[in-house]
Nanobody, 120 residues
Framework: VQLQASGGGLVQAGDSLRLSCVAS????????MGWFRQAPGKEREFVGV????????SYADSVKDRISVSRDNARNTVYLQMDSLLPEDAAIYYC??????????????WGQGTLVTVSS
């Protein structure tokens, strides 16, 4: 499985942004899809996850009121909608495919990351 994340960019605090991640292959729906982020000097942290059918979702407490993860299995795409962005949301955002979980160890495949910069 190859993953390609996109949609990052420079936004202002309070803005919204939608990240996309397109997967190759025909087994997309078999995988839970996770979003993680990593800021400079910090460890990679969990943001959200969605199960293969889209029924199960889980979010990090720090962002759960401002984000939403969705997927379109017909398009092999998972989305991360982020609203009311804060400067501390600035990071490289990664999508990952694997088992439903909250740690990087649950995921077997990773995208290259897309950079989100938030100006105050």
């Amino acid at each position: 499985v190859q993953l390609q994340a996109s949609g990052g960019g420079l936004v202002q605090a309070g803005d919204s942004l939608r990240l996309s991640c397109v997967a190759s292959g025909s087994t997309f729906s078999r995988y839970a899809m996770g979003w993680f982020r990593q800021a400079p000097g910090k460890e990679r942290e969990f943001v959200g996850v969605i199960g293969g059918t889209g029924d199960l979702k889980s979010y990090a407490d720090s962002v759960k009121d401002r984000i939403s993860v969705s997927r379109d299995n017909a398009r092999n795409t998972v989305y991360l909608q982020m609203d009311s962005l804060l400067p501390e949301d600035a990071a490289i955002y990664y999508c990952a495919a694997g088992r439903y979980g909250w740690t990087p160890a649950s995921y077997d495949y990773w995208g290259q990351g897309t950079l989100v910069t938030v100006s105050s």
